[in-house]
C-alpha cells in the first residue's frame, strides 16, 4: 500500500516562506505524477502543483510565480517551496498520486493521498 507523508506545515507571516515535502514508502515518486492540493474547511479541495513524471509542471493560476515544485529523486521526495505566502493559502496540504504519469490531474483520480499538513498564514 502506497504511504505518502507530508512534512514542513507551521505557522508563517504573510509574505513569509515555507518548504514542504512529500515522502513516500513502498513506492517511487519519481515514476509517478505527484500533485499538491489543499483545502480548507467547508470549501472542496483544489489543485495546486503537480510534476509529472517527465518532469513537466503545472500551477495553479493563484500560485504561479510564488510556489516551486520540484522532485529530488535521490531522497524521494518531491518539494512544495512556497514564497509571498498570502492569508489565503492558509489550509491543509495534501499530496498525491493517481498512479499515472501527467499533470494535472482531478481530485476525483488521486488512488493516494498523504495525511496532509496544515499552514498558517497569519501575523
Known amino acids: 500500500q502506497v504511504q505518502l507523508v507530508e512534512s514542513g506545515g507551521g505557522l508563517v507571516q504573510p509574505g513569509g516562506s515555507l518548504r514542504l515535502s512529500c515522502t513516500a514508502s513502498r513506492f517511487t515518486l519519481k515514476d509517478y505524477a505527484i500533485h499538491w492540493f489543499r483545502q480548507v474547511p467547508g470549501k472542496e479541495r483544489e489543485g495546486v502543483s503537480c510534476?509529472?513524471?517527465?518532469?513537466?509542471?503545472y500551477y495553479a493560476d493563484f500560485v504561479k510565480g510564488r510556489f516551486t515544485i520540484s522532485r529530488d529523486n535521490s531522497k524521494n521526495t518531491v518539494y512544495l517551496q512556497m514564497n509571498s505566502l498570502k492569508p489565503e493559502d492558509a489550509a491543509t496540504y495534501y499530496c498525491?498520486?493517481?498512479?499515472?504519469?501527467?499533470?494535472?490531474?482531478?481530485?476525483?483520480?488521486?488512488?493516494?493521498w498523504g495525511q496532509g499538513t496544515q499552514i498558517t498564514v497569519a501575523s
Open positions: 498525491a498520486t493517481n498512479n499515472l504519469y501527467s499533470c494535472p490531474f482531478p481530485v476525483g483520480s488521486v488512488t493516494s
Open positions: 510534476i509529472s513524471l517527465t518532469g513537466g509542471i
